[in-house]
């Protein structure tokens, strides 16, 4: 168990709506990733975060931001939901010895 | 060009035979790390196993190996004596470089069955 929680864990929304997707995590680890599992395509990255205030874009970023004003604390946010964002969500982090752990996921469907 | 390759959409193997799971992979880099996740129908994703470029010996977990063939750029998974348990999504990742975020490449993943 590394410690992750990701909220909520199942949503549905409209589509233009704003969704937040919250990872907590209990083990002080200075990485944090948020990935999405869409069939076909397996798991892509969207945001990671450094550290406190220190994100950067991952492979999909378009259409998702990230804040991390904590360090057990990781947010993602869809500012204006489609359909093409129904998907599931992963948080991830990375131990001291560089494996990554994955939350249980979030599954969002936009409609 | 794709980076992990996992050629097996879907593998049915009887219980207790041994299975390898496929995997290949692309990368320029010297250092890297490969990794294998179990994703049972619960969605959950499981870390089973890693192997590091310049590890010399083969990753051991329990009933889990990687076959780690560093100039084929292969790192298949084996699972020895499967159980009904063992039925699931694996996925096969990599992350290039040492230092600084472990950023993770996803193959597309092999659904194994095993059957009674």
């Known amino acids: 168990d590394a410690g992750i929680t990701q909220s909520p864990r199942h949503k549905v929304t409209e589509t233009g709506t704003p969704v937040t997707l919250r990872c907590h995590q209990t083990?002080?680890?200075?990485?944090m990733y948020w990935y999405r599992q869409d069939p076909g395509h397996g798991l892509r990255l969207i945001h990671y975060?450094?550290?406190?205030?220190?994100?950067d874009k991952g492979e999909v970023s378009d259409g998702y931001s990230v804040s991390r004003s904590k360090t057990e604390d990781f947010l993602l946010t869809l500012e204006s939901a489609t359909s093409s964002q129904t998907s599931v969500y992963f948080c991830?982090?990375?131990?001291?010895?560089?494996?990554?752990?994955f939350g249980e996921g979030s599954w969002l469907t936009v409609v | 060009a794709q980076k992990i390759t996992q050629t097996q959409p879907g593998m049915f193997v009887q219980e207790k035979e041994a299975v390898t799971l496929d995997c290949t992979y692309d990368t320029s880099d010297q250092s890297y790390g490969l990794f294998w996740y179990k994703q049972p129908s619960s969605g959950e994703m499981i870390f089973l196993i890693y192997?590091?470029?310049?590890?010399?010996q083969n990753a051991t977990e329990g009933r889990y190996s990687l076959n780690f063939q560093k100039a084929r750029k292969s790192a298949n998974l084996v699972i020895s004596a499967s159980q009904l348990g063992d039925s699931a999504m694996y996925f096969c990742a990599m992350r290039e470089g040492q230092r600084g975020a472990q950023k993770l490449v996803f193959g597309q993943g092999t659904r194994l069955t095993i059957n009674p």
């Open positions: 192997q590091g470029s310049y590890d010399e």
């Open positions: 991830a982090i990375s131990d001291a010895g560089g494996t990554i752990y």
């Open positions: 975060s450094y550290g406190v205030k220190d994100t």
């Open positions: 083990e002080n680890h200075r990485y």
